[in-house]
């Protein structure tokens, strides 16, 4: 079946040491989103790449970074993870930014100890 | 700018009780919307979405959502919900699927 896969499902790091997520897809989608998504909240979209073209939302801090090295892969990175950034990480593609129906991976979760 | 806000945070209902989930959207243009449900510990999918034409839609599980644009509405209704209802739905608007708060469902067995 086609999908979004996230590896780990659960990731635990240490204040302030680097961390990277990681996103899969095989459903050939042009877009890729990371969101962040806190207890009893509604996520809170991050970046997106449309095809190679990354767009940063105003209010994502600088500490988080993203690669997308091709069509299927997307990864998030957390440069210096501090005790607010221990959350949800929500992977999702969709095939156009005109459609914009996402489909959404399990997420990671992240710990910082 | 877009938003979306829903009306209750959290609702507590029994099985077989009807259920309506407000969602109020606050831009112009064309606007479409989606409703997402997130079960305990799975992931976010879709349950329904209006893009335009027919402003009742039928999603999957026996959801249905109606499109009042003189509402500014597109509240999320099931006739007779289930314990495995019980979960998290979001009302949501393209973009940059700008969500709305959320809305816990908990339906007791």
């Known amino acids: 079946d086609a999908m979004v896969i996230q590896n780990p499902r659960y990731q635990v790091t240490q204040f302030g040491k680097p961390v990277t997520l990681s996103c899969s897809q095989t459903?050939?989608?042009?877009?890729m989103y990371w969101y962040q998504q806190k207890s009893s909240q509604a996520p809170k979209l991050l970046f997106h790449y449309y095809d190679k073209d990354f767009n940063n939302e105003a209010d994502t801090p600088d500490n988080f970074q993203s690669r997308r090295p091709n069509t299927s892969f997307c990864f998030l990175d957390i440069r210096s993870p501090g005790l607010g950034d221990a959350a949800m990480y929500l992977c999702?593609?969709?095939?156009?930014?005109?459609?914009?129906?996402?489909?959404f991976g399990p997420g990671t979760r992240l710990t910082v100890l | 700018a877009q938003s979306v806000s829903q009306h209750n945070h959290h609702v507590i209902l029994s099985e077989a009780a009807s259920l309506e989930l407000g969602c109020n959207y606050s831009y112009g243009g064309t606007v479409n919307l989606f409703w997402y449900v997130q079960y305990p510990g799975q992931h976010l999918q879709l349950l329904l979405k209006y893009f335009s034409g027919d402003p009742l839609v039928k999603g999957i599980k026996g959801f249905e959502a109606e499109f009042i644009k003189s509402k500014f509405s597109f509240n999320l209704r099931k006739p007779s919900v289930q314990w495995s209802d019980t979960a998290e739905y979001f009302c949501?608007?393209?973009?940059?699927?700008?969500f709305g708060q959320g809305t816990t469902l908990q339906v007791k067995p």
């Open positions: 459903l050939n989608h042009n877009v």
């Open positions: 949501a608007a393209p973009g940059k699927l700008i």
């Open positions: 999702a593609t969709s095939r156009d930014q005109v459609s914009n129906e996402q489909f």
